[in-house]
């Protein structure tokens, strides 16, 4: 994380991020202002005048009125905050408005990731990668409740509604890793549903395109099994340590029996993991929500292979 | 040296049933006094867990279900059981009356039906903690909340009953202001406490009914399918929202004006000075209760609501700023040449001042279009409105019951102890929540059980905070319910303040006045007179 910038903003890292910063800081150094006013009375009136042993108890000044001062004190913020709100507004505008050229990917949202489709046939889950310099078009849906698409560092943030589409987007102005949270509660897994933007140079995203609509060539089952746990989600909700999250952990599973939610049993086995995968309701352990999303259409049969293996791997 | 009168509302009739059955408004009060005290305890004791579970990143005390749920009763417990009747059921239903010179609100029954009615609406919205917890927050955002397995129809329906225990205040209010005043009290010559709850009342009566309509078909929804916020079942979660905000927003209001209505009080009389711009304040109350109807797609700038819509809801938020602003610099004209005294209520007045004007300030960022974009559903958002809430109505309130405690009970506070209460709520206040915006502007998501490490210094200092709040609470309790048994009586009007029910005994007689105060002067009249204080 970078620790530069100020203590109110991390350094912005999309083209809008500057424009709403400026805003930001005037608004930092008016309200400053306006409360120095109001504080700086409080201590003058209240040192000034307060009560004396001394004071005579007698009635004080009567005056309650005096028009210019309040006009003064109606028309001075009323002409800061339009100000404030046609600034805030063009801003808002430009925001809403993708240029043309814009590259789009479609984000999804449910419960507890994000996952990315990208017009060449890539998708990834809870990272999304994009050229630097380029602007990105997000349309965005959800799959089930509202979530909210916020990444700080871009100063952009959308909700994501089951029932239509919404759109933003932004121009990532450097390359790097910048943090993506669900802003909009969805349960349980809602603080974990933290994903990743990475912003990389035009021919590493070409590169990463390429690699991505391959996926796992020149990698053991079991690696690549572990890459896709990291990289579709599964350690949103299921750990490797013991630990039992949303759902039941990973390690040791294999080869067990489990008692289910409906009181039967299962062996955790190959066709266990697999049918869990893609029908993650049809046998539900004890103890445990039925809130796990379908992975089908996600992974593809060699992806499932290798997080069997991998699964299998964590004694 | 003073004492307490022979026979008061307190003495007048003793036993359980004489307050169970009670239709003297000031034992109605007192009811309400305590329920809001219990309300305000739970959700203190919520506020504390899930402050500490914040403390480091990952599970500390409690794993996810749970802190959802407390985070979600800590904020429905504090608006709908503690803040909302917080200054009017309680402080108002007191004062009123006495403060017009009547001997009770207009419909004494209809008042303590609705004690009842809170009473019923808290017990069915605290069974929901017991029936398996709320974890939705307290917006009871759709499609969520009608998926989620927790018990929300018992919260919901909760919160529907305590709506018509505001709606019978509310209207009872209008009514007496209108028709029970004294002869000759016009109305420019009403304290602006009573004009705030003029002003909340309207509120209360027009925006509670829409909550309870939005609620109700949440809770038809969920019980028998049918679809109306649902995508899932063809309705529209955003319509939710417009209804939602379109009371809660005037809820904000309902809030906070009420508080401004004890500020105008106690600015004027511990600097014994006459309140500037007596209309201005009671107006910008009813120019704020009109605007707030118009201004809840605020909450709303990034819920993918049209840009046309946003854009004027953005405007008409910055136009129900300014008359706050305008009060801000009422109050403060107000202290200027005045003979201005510490005590313990003009500590919590000054207080509101400070903190309200921060909460102030900061709601322009969140109106501000581009810059809420950023902002929404942060911990800025968390910070500007405890800011609000609690830096405005509670200091207001904590004001208020300091400065009206020896009229209800006729005996004194411990000056010392509860400036030392002020001093540590003041300081462990601004640590918790001061923070908070730094949190928020930084991208800390708000209603978060778990967070990345780059947050958690601030986290673990706002939880500090907190525990240091809870220990200024502590005190002022301790010191409040040993004044009840020890306080020295305070006499009549301990602060020597101009509105009527200070002209009768502390405490009142039930019929609060033993012969009809006659009205000679106005309730800010510090140009003419200068009564004296009957406590040192």
């Not at chain 1, 400026?22 to 040192?47: D, Q």
Request: glycine share 10%; with cysteine; aromatic share 16%.
């Amino acid at each position: 994380m970078d620790t530069t910038g100020t203590i109110f903003l991390t350094p912005g890292g999309s083209t809008i991020a500057g424009e709403v910063d400026s805003l930001f800081y005037f608004l930092v150094y008016a309200s400053i202002a306006m409360f120095g006013i109001v504080l700086a009375g409080l201590v003058y009136f209240g040192l000034r005048y307060r009560r004396r042993q001394t004071d005579a108890d007698t009635p004080t000044s009567g005056r309650a009125h005096n028009l210019k001062l309040e006009l003064l004190w109606s028309i001075i913020p009323t002409i800061l905050v339009v100000i404030v709100f046609i600034w805030g507004f063009r801003i808002y505008i430009k925001m809403h408005v993708v240029p043309h050229e814009a590259m789009e990917v479609k984000v999804t949202g449910q419960k507890w990731f994000w996952s990315f489709d990208y017009p060449q046939g890539a998708s990834t889950v809870n990272e999304l990668v994009v050229p630097v310099s380029k602007p990105i078009k997000l349309l965005m849906s959800s799959k089930d409740v509202i979530h909210s698409f916020f990444v700080p560092d871009f100063r952009i943030k959308m909700d994501v509604l089951p029932n239509r589409y919404t759109i933003t987007w932004f121009e990532a102005t450097r390359t790097g890793n910048f943090d993506l949270f669900c802003a909009e509660f969805c349960g349980d897994g809602h603080s974990d549903m933290i994903g990743k933007v990475r912003v990389v140079g035009e021919r590493e995203f070409s590169e990463w395109l390429e690699a991505g609509l391959s996926g796992g060539e020149g990698m053991t089952p079991e690696d690549f099994g572990a890459r896709l746990y990291v990289s579709k989600a599964c350690n949103t909700c299921h750990s490797i340590d013991g630990r039992s999250l949303v759902g039941p952990t990973f390690k040791g599973a294999f080869g067990t029996r489990r008692v289910l939610e409906d009181g039967g049993e299962v062996t955790i086995d190959e066709n266990y993991i697999r049918e869990s995968i893609l029908e993650p309701q049809a046998k539900v352990s004890a103890g445990f929500q039925p809130v796990m999303p379908t992975y089908q259409g996600l992974l593809n049969s060699r992806e499932i292979d290798a997080l069997v293996v991998y699964i299998k791997s964590l004694k | 040296m003073n004492t307490l009168p022979e026979n008061h509302y307190l003495n007048a009739r003793r036993g359980l049933k004489s307050w169970l059955f009670t239709l003297d408004h000031k034992r109605i009060g007192i009811l309400y006094l305590y329920g809001i005290i219990g309300a305000f305890f739970i959700g203190g004791v919520l506020a504390l867990l899930v402050r500490l579970e914040l403390f480091g990143p990952g599970r500390d005390i409690m794993d996810a279900k749970t802190y959802n749920q407390f985070f979600t009763l800590h904020g429905a417990v504090m608006i709908f059981l503690f803040i909302i009747p917080s200054i009017p059921a309680a402080l108002g239903n007191f004062l009123l009356p006495q403060m017009i010179g009547a001997k009770d609100v207009a419909f004494p029954r209809l008042n303590l039906a609705s004690w009842y009615i809170y009473i019923t609406g808290a017990v069915f919205a605290l069974y929901s903690i017991h029936s398996g917890g709320v974890d939705t927050g307290w917006t009871f955002y759709t499609p969520y909340s009608t998926e989620t397995t927790t018990s929300v129809i018992s919260m919901t329906l909760g919160i529907f009953i305590l709506g018509f225990s505001s709606i019978f205040t509310g209207l009872n209010f209008i009514v007496t202001i209108h028709k029970m005043r004294s002869p000759g009290q016009t109305w420019y010559k009403l304290p602006l406490f009573v004009w705030a709850l003029y002003a909340t009342a309207i509120i209360q009566v027009l925006a509670t009914p829409v909550l309870g309509i939005t609620l109700l078909l949440l809770i038809l929804e969920r019980a028998f399918g049918i679809g109306i916020f649902d995508p899932a079942m063809g309705g529209d979660p955003v319509l939710y929202q417009h209804f939602f905000w379109f009371y809660s927003h005037p809820a904000v209001y309902i809030m906070i004006l009420p508080g401004m209505g004890i500020i105008s009080e106690l600015i004027s009389v511990f600097s014994r000075k006459k309140i500037f711009g007596y209309k201005a304040i009671a107006f910008s109350s009813l120019a704020i209760a009109f605007v707030s109807f118009l201004v809840w797609g605020h909450h709303m700038f990034t819920s993918g609501q049209s840009e046309i819509a946003a854009t004027i809801f953005s405007f008409l938020t910055f136009l129900v700023g300014i008359p706050s602003g305008i009060k801000v610099f009422n109050w403060l004209a107000t202290m200027y040449k005045g003979r201005i005294s510490f005590d313990t209520p003009m500590l919590y007045g000054l207080s509101f001042l400070f903190l309200f004007t921060i909460g102030g300030l900061t709601g322009i960022f969140l109106g501000a279009l581009a810059v809420d974009v950023h902002l929404h559903d942060t911990y800025f958002v968390v910070a500007h409105f405890h800011y609000v809430m609690m830096g405005g109505t509670v200091m207001a309130f904590l004001g208020g019951i300091h400065f009206w405690w020896p009229k209800m009970w006729g005996r004194m506070f411990s000056s010392f102890w509860s400036t030392v209460a002020w001093a540590i709520v003041f300081v462990g206040f601004n640590m918790t929540f001061f923070t908070q915006f730094i949190l928020g502007s930084r991208g800390m998501p708000r209603r978060y059980y778990n967070y990345l490490d780059q947050y958690q210094p601030l986290h673990a200092f706002s939880s500090v905070g907190s525990l240091v709040l809870a220990v200024g609470f502590i005190i002022m309790g301790i010191y409040l319910v040993h004044s009840l048994f020890r306080g020295k009586p305070a006499g009549n009007n301990p602060w020597g303040a101009l509105t009527f029910e200070w002209q009768s005994t502390s405490p009142p007689p039930t019929e609060n006045f033993v012969k009809p105060p006659k009205l000679t002067h106005g309730p800010y009249d510090f140009d003419k007179i200068s009564p004296e204080r009957t406590f040192p």
